[in-house]
């Protein structure tokens, strides 16, 4: 039997609330302008103090980013962004955001029809990379035609579409000698099948460890070629979205830990990275604690690298920068880290001391702030990075703003720090008020 059409005036109320729906959400999502910070309109986000945060530019259109991630100033002050598009392959782009005599946001689509890109960066030889999905890419944003310049670079990376792996995006760090350091994520949350039982190989291990939740090694071959072949750098690793390096030698990682439903458990963690170093996952979680489903005979938790520190439960780290600007001499030489994640530990920037090789300065017995008041005490003896939120009060209110969702920062040449919010489609700058 076929279905009875709908009338126009029933069709018309299904448009219009979806209409008001779509519009309740990207109003829920905009940023209240108070004031000028720096010559840009100031949020109403609490800062610390001497700080503010600036509205760059926030989407509501058909131009510019659908869910802006990295970040890129060129030498010109324009910035490439690259744009995740969404959680479906094809529809990621880079994208040039320059600005008119009156300030006016403007874009160019360098190049279309990318699976998820997400990191962007100058390499060893000059050239701009991008980290889509499945490969590493290059292209020249000053070219005629952008998007004929595109270059593989690295290809064949797991194709971790969303629906056969949890973590499908790629990140990169160039190491001091030009080799790229490449994160390839976990496939899954805990390596457990639809019973709830180990995934394993015939030496008990996780069947899904041995070539991917790592970070690889590709060798620099010298003018814009790696090699395809790659080593294993690190492993035991979920996710590692957060890479950064010290110019002394150190490669940290920020480890966006399991899904577990509550909210106090686990942790996420900080790791400094050592060659043939195994991380714990799916094994273990915080110090020394097997993760569920994993029996402890089989997680071997005191074998693993244990984290440097740890983070906030569900904090969700997906960038690391170390701040050598000229606009904040007091952050200098600080790690600076964005918490993505959407539970109550995040919507944060934090500022965390380090040591001469930038290894996060750790306190025990520390504490960590929830939203929208408050805070819970880390476990007994685990440390936990010393430092301050740089954005205490990015907690979402009403008709005001969202709860921030900082994913990417750079420094610009002036010292400002710029940071995109791919859930609220916008740009932000902190900076003096």
Not at 37 to 63: F, I, S, Y
Not at 124 to 131: H, K, L, M
Not at 143 to 161: C, E, K, Q, W
């Amino acid at each position: 039997m076929k279905p009875a059409l709908l009338s126009l005036a029933v069709l018309a109320s299904f448009t219009t609330g979806s209409l008001n729906e779509a519009q309740a959400q990207a109003s829920a999502r905009t940023y209240a302008i108070s004031g000028d910070c720096d010559g840009e309109p100031a949020t109403t986000v609490r800062m610390a103090p001497g700080l503010c945060l600036g509205l760059v530019w926030q989407g509501a259109g058909a131009e510019g980013p659908r869910m802006p991630r990295g970040l890129m100033q060129l030498a010109d002050g324009a910035w490439l962004v690259t744009d995740l598009g969404g959680w479906e392959a094809g529809r990621g782009a880079v994208w040039r955001l320059w600005f008119a005599a009156d300030g006016a946001a403007r874009w160019r689509r360098l190049a279309g029809g990318l699976s998820m890109p997400h990191t962007v960066a100058r390499g060893p030889d000059g050239r701009i990379y991008v980290s889509e999905m499945n490969r590493i890419l290059t292209l020249d944003p000053e070219a005629a035609d952008p998007a004929a310049s595109v270059r593989t670079v690295i290809g064949d990376l797991p194709d971790n579409r969303l629906h056969d792996n949890r973590h499908p995006l790629s990140s990169f760090v160039f190491d001091g000698n030009g080799d790229l350091l490449v994160n390839v994520g976990a496939p899954s949350d805990r390596c457990l099948d639809a019973a709830g039982k180990p995934k394993t190989d015939a030496r008990g291990a996780c069947v899904e460890d041995a070539a991917t939740a790592q970070v690889r090694r590709h060798a620099y071959l010298g003018n814009g070629r790696w090699a395809e072949d790659s080593t294993v750098f690190a492993s035991g690793l979920r996710n590692s979205i957060a890479l950064v390096r010290h110019p002394s030698g150190t490669v940290l990682q920020a480890e966006n830990s399991v899904d577990l439903t509550t909210p106090e458990h686990p942790f996420d963690e900080v790791n400094v990275l050592r060659q043939g170093g195994h991380y714990g996952w799916p094994y273990c979680v915080d110090l020394q604690t097997p993760l569920p489903g994993w029996p402890a005979r089989q997680a071997r938790c005191g074998e693993r690298d244990r984290p440097v520190a740890l983070l906030p439960p569900h904090a969700a780290p997906l960038d690391m920068i170390y701040y050598e600007g000229a606009m904040f001499p007091e952050l200098r030489g600080r790690l600076l880290m964005t918490w993505h994640g959407y539970r109550r530990t995040a919507g944060r920037i934090t500022a965390v001391e380090t040591d001469e090789r930038g290894v996060p300065l750790t306190d025990v017995g520390g504490r960590y702030a929830v939203y929208p008041r408050g805070s819970l005490a880390y476990p007994a003896g685990a440390p936990s990075v010393k430092g301050k939120a740089l954005t205490p009060g990015w907690d979402r209110v009403a008709g005001r703003q969202p709860r921030g969702s900082p994913v990417v920062m750079a420094v610009a040449a002036d010292g400002s720090i710029w940071v995109t919010d791919d859930r609220s489609r916008a740009i932000l700058r902190i900076a003096r008020p």
